[in-house]
């Protein structure tokens, strides 16, 4: 059964496994460095803080979706790439984007910004979030460069707001509408705007 795509269970089976290996490794680094509390970047914070993070994180999110939406429609290698993500997803159930979006933000930001940006700071952890997606072809490096932009922000909505529920949520956002976009299919040859 050689060229077939995975089940759905089993895809998102390797999705929670992957990025739970990713977020247990980010716990145990913190842990090994003697801090329990992944979480939090700054221990001092009042409660209703924790609460306002994850509304900043999505408030970035849907600009960060928007930005892309005008991006993907008017270029020519926004275009080229929102199809050649297609490609390389195949027929995705709404219940495995879920996964993937939930799965994807809670272990990238648990391991990059969580455990390695106090560690080795901003860029650094930017920078190995870059690398994390490189994609299977140069046509995905425009993906690899906005990783590592967007790991400077997500680094920088943790220094700001002082804990990961900003960039979780932010990151879950921008991944869960996306590939929703993305799984609608290609896009007609009309919708770039020169």
């Known amino acids: 059964m050689e060229g077939r ?23 145990l680094l913190s842990a090994g460095r003697g801090d329990a509390d992944i979480y939090r ?19 970035l999110g849907l600009a960060v ?10 270029s ?21 984007i879920a996964i993937l979006a939930v799965a994807s933000a809670v272990g990238e930001e648990v391991f990059f910004r969580g455990a390695l940006m106090p560690w080795i700071g901003v860029v650094p952890q930017a920078l190995l979030f870059g690398l994390l997606h490189v994609g299977p072809s140069r046509r995905f490096l425009p993906w690899t460069a906005w990783a590592l932009l967007m790991g400077l922000v997500f680094g920088g909505l943790v220094a700001i707001t002082g804990d990961l529920g900003g960039a979780i949520a932010a990151h879950f956002t921008i991944n869960f509408m996306n590939l929703h976009y993305i799984a609608r299919g290609p896009l007609p040859a009309t919708a770039v705007e020169r």
């Open 76 to 96: 020519a290698w926004g275009r080229a790439l929102h199809d050649d993500f297609y490609a390389l997803i195949g027929d995705v159930s709404g219940r495995e």
């Open 5 to 27: 795509p995975a089940p759905p269970h089993s895809r998102a089976a390797l999705v929670i496994g992957l990025y739970g290996a990713l977020a247990l490794g980010g716990l």
């Open 65 to 74: 979706v928007f930005g892309s939406r005008v991006v993907t429609l008017r």
């Open 41 to 59: 970047a700054v221990e001092v914070r009042a409660a209703w803080w924790h609460l306002v993070s994850p509304l900043l994180g999505v408030a």
